[in-house]
């Protein structure tokens, strides 16, 4: 069973700091692309960020630029969102997605294989 399960997510006060995993498994996703997506209640999943298989090619989305870096460990299967500075707007459930063939990295329907999702919550 191909899977991706996150974790990470949690409380944090504003200005602090949270690390989220993203572990694969039941296949490699080293050829994969990789993206970061979020959902906030009543709003629509928006992409936070992407790397390409081999990590050459990386996409944020401006509201998390200078704040957020996306990496990956094609050996442990795993991709990593660390989050800085966070403030409440980014409270969200964020999910870990993969796609064979990423042509927009924005679009939730390039990725092929979700996660769950884990909480992320922000407090003022």
């Known amino acids: 069973q191909v899977q991706l399960v996150e974790s990470g997510g949690g409380l944090v006060q504003a200005g602090g700091s949270l690390r989220l995993s993203c572990a694969g498994s039941?296949?490699?996703?080293?050829?994969?692309?990789m993206g970061w997506f979020r959902q906030a209640l009543g709003q629509e999943r928006e992409v936070v960020a992407a790397?390409?298989?081999?990590?050459?090619?990386?996409y944020y989305a401006d509201s998390v630029k200078g704040r957020f870096t996306i990496s990956r460990d094609n050996a442990e299967n795993t991709v990593y969102l660390q989050m800085n500075s966070l403030n409440p707007e980014d409270a969200a459930v964020y999910y870990c997605?993969?796609?064979?063939?990423?042509?927009?990295?924005?679009?939730?329907?390039?990725?092929?294989?979700w996660g769950q999702g884990t909480q992320v919550t922000v407090s003022s």
């Open positions: 790397i390409s298989w081999s990590g050459g090619a990386i």
């Open positions: 997605a993969a796609g064979d063939v990423v042509l927009t990295w924005r679009s939730p329907y390039n990725y092929d294989y």
């Open positions: 039941g296949r490699t996703f080293s050829s994969s692309a």
